[in-house]
């Protein structure tokens, strides 16, 4: 229903299209929220495989992190690379790196752990071609390295006599092992790789067993080497005993005042994001994103230029071939109007207002202050039958414009005689 309303004497009317504006802006706005968080990216649904404590998804390994937090060993992340920049903690843990360290960081990583250093190592599995696996700096540096997987290389796996592994139930296979490299694979020049200490071995020959994880001491540190992260994982960390072993290593190895620090840089983790930053990225750097702005903005510019008025809707100067409208159309169009909003009770205060401008007084603005206007009238001339036949037809139901108008002209015009 449109509302008609009186500002300066002049009387205009508001349409609801304000409301509808709001109203549209609103259900804009919720649709897109709704798909932006079904479009949002789900750490379930990522494709990628990282082995950082940051991700609570099966792949992650958040929970291992949480385990040696239980047992006073505190964690944290390292988001800086191991060289040139802060320096090498006295325990890491370093899975599967999506980004490979330099032999750079492999030098400053290992004179730490030669120092007195504790470092959990699995190797990322990069294949290269049928018969060989790519081998890192690091893997070369401790003189290991992938077997392609042969039938019976990865049954039968079985823990090996260590003080690391006393009591644990069966283990389970590993998905790929380790070799020690060949002499030619080390090259002629003459150098020590660490020993290595087997705590789980797999295979089917009994002579050549292969590793599925072993400890290597370096110089005054120690090394834990896995074949596979996986077991380590939030999926399996639960079940699988080589977790309990790799946890007994770090927890023997590492003194209390120490923190275990896990390598998020080399999973590809550059530093903490906040939430604008994320949505950010969200918005602008994937499809799903850039798809909802384009969308949201078109629906934002129909909707502006669907409200939007191009110039007057009619012209300043009537043209010549059109009459124009007579003071009585222009009152009767003005009546049909309030009688089909239904404003009679505007209407009759719109009438008052001539009565109370012959008064001195301003416009009432509701019928409450309509009729101490006419009681105050009735004060200064006393009771006359015009104010008591206005007061009549403002208590009608619906109000009777006919009688208040004619109660009106009738005061106004007893005013007017000598």
């Not at 309303?5 to 205009?12: N, T, Y």
């Not at 409301?19 to 798909?35: E, K, N, Q, S």
């Not at 006359?384 to 009688?403: C, E, F, K, N, Y």
Request: glycine share 8%; hydrophobic share 45%.
């Amino acid at each position: 229903m449109p509302d008609i309303r009186v500002e300066g004497g002049d009387r205009f009317i508001v349409s609801d299209g304000r409301f509808r504006t709001f109203a549209w802006v609103g259900v804009i706005a919720l649709v897109a929220g709704l798909a932006a968080y079904f479009a949002r990216p789900a750490g379930r649904t990522a494709t990628d495989v990282r082995r950082s404590s940051f991700r609570t998804t099966p792949d992650g390994v958040a929970a291992f992190a949480r385990g040696l937090e239980r047992f006073g060993r505190p964690t944290a992340p390292r988001l800086t690379p191991l060289a040139d920049a802060d320096p090498v903690p006295g325990t890491l843990v370093l899975l599967s790196p999506a980004v490979v360290p330099s032999p750079v960081e492999v030098h400053a990583l290992l004179e730490r752990v030669r120092r007195g250093g504790t470092l959990v190592y699995a190797p990322q599995l990069f294949p290269a071609i049928s018969s060989a696996l790519r081998i890192t700096p690091l893997m070369d540096s401790l003189g290991i390295a992938f077997r392609v997987p042969r039938p019976g290389d990865l049954e039968g796996a079985e823990w090996a006599a260590h003080s690391l592994t006393d009591g644990l139930p069966a283990p389970s296979a590993p998905r790929r092992a380790l070799r020690r490299m060949t002499s030619r694979e080390l090259g002629e020049d003459t150098r020590s790789v660490p020993p290595l200490q087997t705590l789980l071995t797999v295979g089917s020959d009994e002579d050549r067993r292969l590793t599925g994880a072993a400890l290597m001491p370096f110089g005054d540190g120690h090394i834990v080497v896995l074949s596979d992260a996986e077991p380590l994982s939030n999926g399996r960390v639960a079940d699988d005993p080589l977790a309990l072993v790799v946890m007994r290593a770090v927890l023997t190895h590492t003194t209390p005042a120490d923190t275990i620090f896990f390598a998020e840089f080399h999973q590809g983790i550059r530093g903490y994001e906040s939430t604008a930053r994320r949505w950010a990225g969200f918005v602008f750097g994937s499809a799903e994103g850039r798809t909802l702005l384009q969308l949201l903005l078109a629906a934002f510019l129909a909707l502006a230029c669907a409200g939007l008025r191009f110039g007057a809707p009619t012209t300043a100067v009537a043209p010549p071939d059109l009459e124009r409208r007579s003071p009585l159309e222009h009152v009767s169009a003005l009546g049909d109007l309030y009688e089909k909003a239904r404003a009679r009770q505007t209407a009759a205060l719109l009438l008052l207002a001539r009565l109370a401008r012959g008064a001195r007084r301003p416009p009432p603005r509701d019928v409450a202050e309509a009729r101490a206007l006419i009681r105050e009238l009735e004060a200064r001339r006393g009771e006359q039958s015009a104010l008591a036949r206005i007061r009549r037809g403002l208590r009608a139901d619906p109000v009777d414009l006919t009688m208040v108008a004619a109660g009106i002209d009738d005061h106004l015009g007893r005013r007017a005689e000598p």
